[in-house]
């Protein structure tokens, strides 16, 4: 079980380099959450993960974890250069990356969807879709676990991600477990959001462990594009 709960600890990660205040990461919880099996929720039999329960898979091969960002924005504006979503998700990979996990990054202005007509469960023929979206989508079907990094449009979900997930069908993201943050410029730290996330991701089939990241007045917590070192 020592990588599956180190997913969840990697917010923990988060707050001691200073992106996450204390107050908001609870490890206990994460731990109760982990050691309670989801049958309880769903009546199943074990926590799986892409139909593999953590002790039948070889320990030996990384967990693989998709990182979600959440924002379109480019260039220059008033809140600065690009996306602070791009910032917030790096430090993420990097603590990802540090704990041993395998992971893949999927941003919303690299992979240009277009704004969805009929998800990919919806269509008879799927070979209308481009093969690189059948290789998203098995890709989702392989990874053990999610990471949602999420910015605060209007108190709501940016649409950007809003519009990429819900391109595949929920079989695709059920029953593994995610970690949400999200980010704003302002002091609330993208709380408003949150209801709707953690609504969001459980809808498509993910189970969010329950303490939810928030990283406030996010343009005070960089120098450039570096994490400021707040030792």
């Known amino acids: 079980m020592s990588q599956n709960k180190s997913f969840f600890n990697c917010c923990t990660c988060l707050s001691k380099d200073g992106l996450l205040d204390e107050s908001e990461v609870d490890v206990s919880t994460y731990?109760?959450?982990?050691?309670?099996?989801?049958?309880?929720y769903f009546g199943r039999a074990s926590v799986n993960l892409n139909s593999r329960t953590t002790q039948d898979k070889n320990m030996s091969e990384k967990l693989k974890v998709i990182v979600f960002l959440s924002s379109a924005r480019v260039g220059e504006?008033?809140?600065?250069?690009?996306?602070?979503?791009?910032?917030?998700?790096?430090?993420?990979?990097?603590?990802?990356?540090?704990?041993?996990?395998?992971?893949?990054?999927?941003?919303?202005?690299?992979?240009?969807?277009?704004?969805?007509?009929?998800?990919?469960?919806?269509?008879?023929?799927t070979s209308v879709f481009p093969q690189w979206m059948h290789d998203k989508k098995a890709e989702l079907e392989s990874a053990d676990a999610f990471f949602v990094c999420s910015a605060e449009y209007n108190s709501?979900?940016?649409?950007?991600?809003?519009?990429?997930?819900?391109?595949?069908?929920?079989?695709?993201?059920?029953?593994?477990?995610?970690?949400?943050?999200?980010?704003?410029?302002?002091?609330?730290?993208g709380a408003r959001v949150q209801p709707a996330l953690k609504t969001f991701v459980t809808e498509l089939g993910m189970l969010p462990i329950p303490t939810i990241g928030r990283v406030a007045q996010v343009r005070d917590k960089f120098v450039d594009d570096t994490l400021k070192d707040e030792g």
């Open 31 to 40: 731990g109760t959450f982990i050691d309670n099996p989801i049958k309880q």
């Open 77 to 125: 504006s008033y809140l600065g250069n690009g996306s602070w979503g791009d910032r917030v998700g790096g430090v993420i990979k990097e603590v990802l990356d540090d704990a041993d996990f395998e992971v893949s990054v999927w941003d919303p202005k690299a992979d240009l969807y277009q704004v969805l007509q009929q998800p990919m469960h919806m269509v008879k023929d």
């Open 156 to 189: 709501v979900l940016p649409p950007a991600l809003t519009n990429m997930l819900d391109h595949y069908p929920p079989s695709a993201y059920k029953h593994r477990p995610v970690a949400l943050v999200t980010y704003s410029v302002s002091p609330l730290g």
